[in-house]
T-cell receptor, first 113, second 113 residues
Framework: GENVEQHPSTLSVQEGDSAVIKCTYSDSASNYFPWYKQELGKRPQLIIDIRSNVGEKKDQRIAVTLNKTAKHFSLHITETQPEDSAVYFCAALIMDSSYKLIFGSGTRLLVRP | DTAVSQTPKYLVTQMGNDKSIKCEQNLGHDTMYWYKQDSKKFLKIMFSYNNKELIINETVPNRFSPKSPDKAHLNLHINSLELGDSAVYFC????????????FGNGTRLTVT
């Protein structure tokens, strides 16, 4: 069935280090993969997305890579800062009878000052 | 100037009651959604409407009834509330139902006692 798996569930890094979050998906037809950041008590907000016609996309300290053959994609945050601490969700657009965005289970990132 | 606004922000009610959550978007988007986020932070799609037409109806109890009077509004009515309905409910919108990012509202925290 439709599934997006996300790892790790929690991640603690020292300020300035890099953080990597990985996701796998089951639907080989998926072609859109957004990442959302949710701060405590707030709404999820889009931070970056990638479509299947590219393998990598970068926006300042954030980058996403996509391997369609292996059906996995990753979020990379470099030079982490305490304000990067939040829950991060990956998602994949699943296409069956309709299009729907299925979310991973989330990664709680803690950046230690 | 909130793009996706939902009310109320908090809702505390007793089991068996009926309640509604309202959502409005001023982004001119065609598609609107309801997502449920449980205590473990899982984000699960419930419903989606495209131009007032229901296009996604996940396995949600029929006590939950969405209604879209126009493409800028999507309301959620819940009958006979149960303890397990306690969660944060997020409304979201997107330009289309395909391949486009979601813009979330600030959420409605529902507590059923």
């Amino acid at each position: 069935g439709e599934n997006v798996e996300q790892h790790p569930s929690t991640l603690s890094v020292q300020e300035g280090d890099s953080a990597v979050i990985k996701c796998t998906y089951s639907d080989s037809a998926s072609n859109y993969f957004p990442w959302y950041k949710q701060e405590l008590g707030k709404r999820p907000q889009l931070i970056i997305d990638i479509r299947s016609n590219v393998g990598e996309k970068k926006d300042q300290r954030i980058a996403v890579t996509l391997n369609k053959t292996a059906k996995h994609f990753s979020l990379h945050i470099t030079e982490t800062q305490p304000e990067d601490s939040a829950v991060y969700f990956c998602a994949a657009l699943i296409m069956d009878s309709s299009y729907k965005l299925i979310f991973g289970s989330g990664t709680r990132l803690l950046v230690r000052p | 100037d909130t793009a996706v606004s939902q009310t109320p922000k908090y809702l505390v009610t007793q089991m068996g009651n009926d309640k509604s959550i309202k959502c409005e978007q001023n982004l001119g988007h065609d598609t609107m959604y309801w997502y449920k986020q449980d205590s473990k932070k899982f984000l699960k799609i419930m419903f989606s409407y495209n131009n007032k037409e229901l296009i996604i109806n996940e396995t949600v109890p029929n006590r939950f009834s969405p209604k879209s009077p126009d493409k800028a509004h999507l309301n959620l009515h819940i009958n006979s509330l149960e303890l397990g309905d306690s969660a944060v409910y997020f409304c979201a919108s997107s330009p289309s139902s395909y391949n486009s990012p979601l813009h979330f509202g600030n959420g409605t925290r529902l507590t059923v006692t």
